[in-house]
Structure formats: structure tokens, C-alpha cells
């Protein structure tokens, strides 16, 4: 009896092992036997799932509750990161060229100062690493201006503009710019330097004398004419533009085109845009910062007694359109002041008479491309008269708010050379018959007295010398 109970205690002890003789066994013949899968009990199991169930428990917790270093080294142990290829560089992508509108400053990259910024001509460029980096510019009294940059190239997230490719016998690179502006300066420096612009800008006041019988504009549509019933003193000024003001015609035409705006390399020149490469007549002195500011001309018309007849006159294209005009200024900070002059190239070959002083000729050549009627010869036949050989403009400084549009035609039977050229007078935003044949080629344009007609000689003698040295 003591035997049979043994007996069943072991049949219900799982962990019983029973030894039996091999050949007890009937087994087929066969050269392997694969092994036989291993059974756990109920015990085993339970133990089992309760293990796999408290490691889920606290993975969680950890993952819930645990900072973000310790989720991501638990996420990067259960679930390994699936590899990734790393992005080729293109060719060249790594290579930057640093330029600022400012002529003086320090590059840092990654916080680390940059000695030699190399030079677009000559230089080889700058080549980054891999990743991304921080570029900063400094030069005071300007704010500091930063900007990322990524290699490869991230343009979603990248910051930097660099929009040109820039090459040379030594590399080819991207051209990271940092066009600082008025709105760069805190208020303190700005209002500073915009007085001392004003200041040098007021150097090139004029005055000019209206005889008895003078013609003159009266309104700022453009439309309103008068005639001088005295002699009339005329003074006129230049005023600094800082409004950001779109809607203006904005010159001189030799290169902004007439255009709406005065915006230059999508810069706005309200602003102060950079002058750099923008015109042949401007220096390009790189320890400046060289710049086009925004002007516009106002009148003022007084007796020769000091009474006021009209005042804050200004210049106008279309009714209710001001003209406004582009002034190239060479601008410097010593680490204590500004430094403000009129920045024209010594060599210059454009005529000075397109910037300022006197800058009427560009209002003359603007009010010819505005008006149809003076591009057109209603006698004898319709004649067109083109704006670029047509019309020809001269001024002196000694009479800035003057200036002679020349028109000479080859018409049949003459040759240019002896076609009496037409005298037509700009003068105070009005165009004036000079002499005898503009009058003939349109005679609805005010007569010019006698006074006007001797200036208008003298223009066109300085232009003939000019013509002939």
C-alpha cells in the first residue's frame, strides 16, 4: 500500500523523472528524432505571464513618468532605431561666401571668430562641416544679425539667405548676405544719423529767381500752372524719405526705370538699401557702408520781400503721385560718430545732374516717359519721337532747378547733323517752349519769356562743349 501511494505521488509530481530501459521503446528507425517541444506546467506558466506582465507594468511607468532621457534610452532598448543612409553632400553645398552691407565687422561661426573673411573674387570659401551652424555678424553700432545654416543644405529650416551660387578660378560657393538697414540701429544711433544725413543733404540747397511773367506749378496734382505777376524767389530743398512708401515713382531713371517704389535688390531704400554694384557713378569703397537713401525736393515761393506765395511745393509724375529720388551716400561709424558725404565715383561718366545736385534732368527724362504727348510731333505728321535717341538732357549746377531737353529729327531732305534741334525748358515741374522750333513741333507747351529762352541758350551751349571735350 505504502508502495502505490509512492507510486501516484509521483505520477502527480511533474518534476518526476522516469528511467526506462531503451529498447522497452518502440520507436521507428530513423536517422534524426527532432527534440520533443518542452511542456510547462500550470505553475510554470502563471509564474511565466506574471513576469511578462510586470516588466510591461514598468516599462510604462517609466515611459510616463521618466524625463526624457530615460524614455528615449527605454524606447532605443525595446524598440532599436532603424538605420539611415546618410545624406550625400553636393558638390560645392559645403562652401560659403560671407558678405555685409556694412564694410566694417566680425563673422563668427559656431561662436568661434573668423579672421579672414575671404573674398569673392579671389579667395577660396569657407567650407563647414557637416550639420548645422550659427553664423553671426557684428558690427557696431548696428545689432547683431544671426542666421543658421545646414550642410547638406536644409532649406525648410535653414535661416541663412543664401540664394547664388558664387565661383572662381579658387571654388564655388553659396553667398550668405547680411543687409543691415535703419531698422538694424537702435533709436538712439538712428535718429543720429538720420539728422546727420539731413544735415549733409541740406548742403545743396538752391535758390532761383521767377522773372514778372515766369510760368510755375501751384499744386501738388501736377495740373495747377500759374503765371509770376512779380518776381518770385524760389528755394528749394531736399527732404530725407524714411516712411516705407511703395506707391512713389522713384528715380534717377538711368536705373531704377521710373518704377513704382524705391526698392533696389528687393531692398527697400526708405531704409537705406546697399548702393554696392546697384550704379557706375557711385564709389564702391568697401570701408564704407554705402548706401541709396530716399529724397524728395520741396519748393518754396516767396515776394522778394520775404512774403510767402506757396510753400511745400513738391515735384509730381501723375496727379497725386510724388517723385521721389534715389542719393547715394558713403556713410561711417569711428566707434564714436558718423560720418556722412554724397558718394559719387571721382571717375564718374554719368552726369552728376541724375543724382543731386541737381537731380532735374531725372525729373525731366521721367515727366517725358510719363507724358505721351511729348514723345509724339503732331506737326507736320505724327512724328514719334524716341524717349532714348529722341531726347537729349542737360544741366549745369549753377541752375539746379533747370533742365534742357534737346530733340533734334532727321527729317527728309536734312540730315541730322544740320536739323535745328527744339529748346524745350524743364523748369519748376514745367516744360517750356525754348526756342522757335519746339513751339512748331507742339504748340500747346507754355512759351518761355525771354529771361528763360537766354537760359535755355546757355544749356544748350554747356551741352555742345560737353559734346565736343
Known amino acids: 500500500m505504502k508502495e502505490e501511494k509512492k507510486h501516484r505521488a509521483d505520477e502527480s509530481d511533474d518534476t518526476a523523472i522516469e528511467i526506462v530501459d531503451i529498447d522497452t521503446l518502440d520507436i521507428p528507425a530513423r536517422k534524426s528524432t527532432p527534440h520533443a517541444p518542452q ?67 566680425q563673422l563668427f561661426i559656431d561662436t568661434k571668430p573668423i579672421a ?49 551660387i558664387v565661383t572662381n578660378p579658387h571654388g564655388m560657393g553659396w553667398k550668405i548676405s547680411f543687409a543691415l538697414t535703419l531698422d ?34 501751384t499744386d501738388d496734382m501736377g495740373s495747377g500752372q500759374a503765371v509770376a505777376s512779380e518776381p518770385l524767389k524760389v528755394t528749394t530743398r531736399y527732404e530725407l524719405r524714411t516712411d516705407v512708401l511703395p506707391h512713389v515713382f522713384c528715380g534717377p531713371f538711368a536705373f531704377m526705370g521710373g ?42 515761393y516767396t515776394t522778394m520781400s520775404g512774403t510767402v506765395v506757396l510753400q511745400h511745393q513738391i515735384d509730381v509724375l501723375r496727379p497725386n503721385n510724388a517723385y521721389e529720388h534715389v542719393v547715394p551716400l558713403k556713410i561711417l561709424w569711428d566707434g564714436t560718430q558718423w560720418h556722412v558725404t554724397l558718394n559719387l565715383a571721382e571717375n564718374a561718366a554719368s552726369p552728376t545732374s541724375y543724382i543731386l545736385p541737381p537731380a532735374v534732368c531725372d525729373k525731366a527724362q521721367n515727366a ?68 522757335d522750333i519746339a513751339h512748331k513741333y507742339w504748340p500747346n507747351m507754355p512759351l518761355a519769356n525771354a529771361q528763360e529762352r537766354q537760359l535755355a541758350q546757355q544749356l544748350a551751349t554747356a551741352y555742345q562743349t560737353g559734346l565736343t571735350n
Open 259 to 300: 518704377g513704382i517704389g524705391c526698392i533696389i535688390n528687393q531692398q527697400n531704400c526708405h531704409l537705406f538699401c546697399s548702393s554696392n554694384n546697384s550704379y557706375a557713378g557711385v564709389s564702391q569703397d568697401i570701408r564704407f557702408w554705402n548706401v541709396f537713401s530716399v529724397v524728395r525736393d520741396i519748393r518754396e
Open 39 to 105: 511542456h510547462f506546467s500550470p505553475k510554470q506558466r502563471r509564474a511565466q505571464l506574471l513576469a511578462t506582465v510586470g516588466v510591461i507594468v514598468l516599462v510604462l511607468a517609466l515611459l510616463l513618468g521618466g524625463n526624457g532621457a530615460v524614455r528615449r534610452r527605454i524606447l532605443s532598448t525595446v524598440v532599436p532605431p532603424t538605420p539611415t543612409a546618410t545624406a550625400p553632400i553636393a558638390l560645392g553645398t559645403d562652401n560659403f561666401y560671407v558678405e555685409s552691407t556694412v564694410g566694417w565687422g
Open 368 to 435: 517725358v516717359e510719363q507724358e505721351p504727348a511729348l514723345r509724339v510731333i503732331p506737326e507736320p505728321a505724327n512724328f514719334s519721337v524716341s524717349t532714348s535717341a529722341g531726347w537729349n538732357y542737360t544741366a549745369i549746377q549753377t541752375f539746379a532747378t533747370s533742365c534742357l531737353g534737346i530733340v533734334t529729327l532727321a527729317q527728309p531732305g536734312s540730315s541730322q547733323a544740320h536739323q535745328i534741334p527744339a529748346y524745350c525748358l524743364y523748369r519748376l515741374g514745367v516744360f517750356l517752349a525754348a526756342n
Open 116 to 164: 579672414h573673411l575671404p573674398n569673392m573674387q579671389n579667395d577660396a570659401p569657407i567650407r563647414l562641416a557637416r550639420g548645422t551652424h550659427t553664423l553671426l555678424w557684428k558690427s557696431p553700432p548696428f545689432q547683431p544679425m544671426f542666421c543658421t545654416v545646414s550642410v547638406p543644405n536644409n532649406y525648410p529650416t535653414d535661416t541663412c539667405k543664401y540664394d547664388s
Open 184 to 217: 538694424s540701429l537702435s533709436p538712439t544711433y538712428r535718429d543720429a544719423l538720420t539728422t546727420l544725413v539731413q544735415a549733409t543733404i541740406d548742403t545743396y540747397t538752391t535758390t532761383d529767381i521767377i522773372q514778372k511773367g515766369g510760368v510755375y506749378v
